[in-house]
């Protein structure tokens, strides 16, 4: 007879537990006065998120997708630009790279490190 144990995939209750009464006077801040939406409360979360990161400016922005978007246009990326990523990857990264208007290309993945892989990224960068 076996027996099984659920381990839990992703338990996001608990660590906040503690934190329930600090997070809740912020959330309620936040939509009592719209400061999701630019406004005071996000400027002290650039400032001081710039601040620990020890950088000169910080943006908020509302999704992973547009932090990607915005950084392709930081990077001057134009339409017609190759971005190289791996099809093991969500959604907003290949939405990213087509909303900056560039080219997706997919190289795959090193299967003990589930990272681009280095000599396929080199095959791949030889043969264009």
């Avoid at 990213?96 to 000599?119: C, K, L």
Wanted: hydrophobic share 45%; proline share 5%; aromatic share 8%.
């Amino acid at each position: 007879m076996t027996s099984t144990t659920k381990v839990p995939f992703l338990d996001l209750v608990t660590p906040h537990q503690e934190l329930k009464a600090e997070l809740m006077q912020v959330v309620e801040k936040a939509l009592g006065t719209a400061g999701f939406i630019v406004g005071p409360m996000v400027e002290d979360f650039e400032r001081d998120l710039a601040k620990f990161c020890d950088a000169k400016y910080c943006v908020g922005v509302n999704s992973g997708t547009d932090a990607l978007r915005f950084a392709f246009m930081a990077a001057d990326v134009q339409p017609g630009d190759i971005i190289i990523t791996v099809p093991h990857t969500f959604i907003a990264t290949t939405e990213a790279i087509s909303q900056a208007g560039a080219r997706i290309a997919f190289v795959d993945i090193h299967e003990q490190t589930y990272t681009m892989d280095p000599a396929k990224l080199r095959e791949y960068l030889e043969q264009r």
